[in-house]
């Protein structure tokens, strides 16, 4: 059975007054039944941690120290009180040129660090418009898994042209995504392929979220924008816990 999990990504939003959306949020939410995850900037990681709202970061080195100004390490993350992080966002891919072998490195990494990686992968409008997004989607995450991946890791499924644009990826789209996906992971690591989680993501609001968790396969959401509010993402949650 894969727990439910509702992740929220603030991306590069957020000081310190921003807390208060995550006390909000603990008020909204206090004994939720699925998962419940909220990745500020790193920053914020400690204080966020203290609301009793789990936390994740948003990417880490592949190294635990060492001579790397500017970044973070998994151990670091990990002592900041994070439980997860996000990585291989396409953001993080096209700004930071981020290859799947990276991101491997960077998931061995935070796994021994004891921290639960969050790996996204996800087309481009051309990639889509030319019938391979699917393709496209298999190979970036097998490149970026490594051999031993069980349910101790979390693919996000999330399509570049729907995220932050308001545009979702149809029900159908994300089904066959998703199906597509389980049946890789379960053709590379056998039963261990069947309890990695796969969410959603790009756009996922209020609005849509709960006919996104009727599709099979879907076992949450990683969600940007709408998880800045507590009410949008209290929202979401109440629609993961109902699915
Ligand atoms: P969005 O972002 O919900 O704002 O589209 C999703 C993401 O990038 O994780």
Avoid at 112 to 130: F, H, S, T, Y
Avoid at 209 to 220: H, M, N, Q, R, S
């Amino acid at each position: 059975m894969r727990r439910k999990i509702a992740a929220g990504n603030w991306k590069m939003n957020g000081t310190r007054e921003a807390l208060a959306e995550l006390r909000d949020l603990k008020a909204a939410c206090p004994a939720p039944s699925v998962d419940v995850l909220i990745c500020p900037p790193a920053p914020l990681l400690a204080a966020a941690a203290d609301t009793g709202v789990p936390v994740g970061g948003q990417d880490c080195h592949p190294a635990d120290s060492g001579a790397h100004t500017g970044d973070i390490s998994a151990p670091m993350l990990r002592d900041a009180g994070a439980t997860h992080v996000i990585l291989g966002h396409s953001e993080r891919r096209a700004d930071h040129g981020e290859t799947s072998a990276l991101v491997r490195d960077k998931v061995i990494a935070a796994r021994k660090a004891g921290l639960i990686p969050i790996v996204c992968a996800g087309e481009n409008l051309d990639q889509r418009r030319a019938g391979d997004a699917v393709a496209v989607v298999v190979d970036q995450v097998a490149q970026s898994l490594p051999d031993d991946s069980d349910g101790s890791v979390i693919v996000a499924y999330e399509p570049i042209w729907a995220i932050g644009t308001g545009e979702t990826a149809t029900t159908d789209d994300i089904a066959n995504m998703h199906s597509a996906l389980r049946a890789a992971l379960v053709e590379r690591f056998g039963e261990a392929g069947a309890q990695i989680r796969l969410l959603y993501g790009g756009s996922v609001k209020p609005s849509n979220a709960a006919d996104i968790f009727t599709v099979a396969d879907v076992d949450g959401a990683l969600v940007g924008g709408a998880s800045l509010k507590a009410s949008d993402f209290s929202a979401i949650i109440s629609a993961l816990e109902g699915a």
